[in-house]
């Protein structure tokens, strides 16, 4: 079970960098669209390195492709957790680091 969510998590993780770097290069890009290329870049993640939560969980399910797709789409809300988790952990990140040269 922790290895199918490690995995989950590493491959939500993809699909937010993808998703942030098209939202970079298309500032525009939001709501609806934004949610539907982090679909599309969640389900392409699943199917090209075959991974499917089903499979994961040793469920069998046929055909294949369906399990990629619903992963796909577990993985795109995913990359929205790990987006929001990214974006709380910013502001901690310097003022640990800076505590630490405070001490010594």
Do not use: W
């Not at 989950?8 to 525009?28: C, G, H, Q, R, Y």
């Amino acid at each position: 079970m922790q290895t199918a969510a490690f995995n989950l998590l590493a491959l939500a993780l993809f699909t937010e960098v993808l998703t942030n770097m098209v939202k970079n290069i298309f500032p525009d890009l939001t709501g609806i669209y934004s949610n539907l290329v982090s679909g599309i870049f969640g389900m392409a993640i699943c199917f090209g390195s075959g991974t499917g939560f089903f499979k994961l969980m040793e469920i069998p399910l046929n055909p294949p492709v369906v399990d990629y797709f619903l992963t796909g789409l577990i993985v795109a809300r995913g990359s929205n957790f790990v987006h929001n988790i990214l974006d709380t952990l910013k502001p901690v990140a310097p003022a640990r680091f800076m505590a630490r040269f405070r001490r010594k």
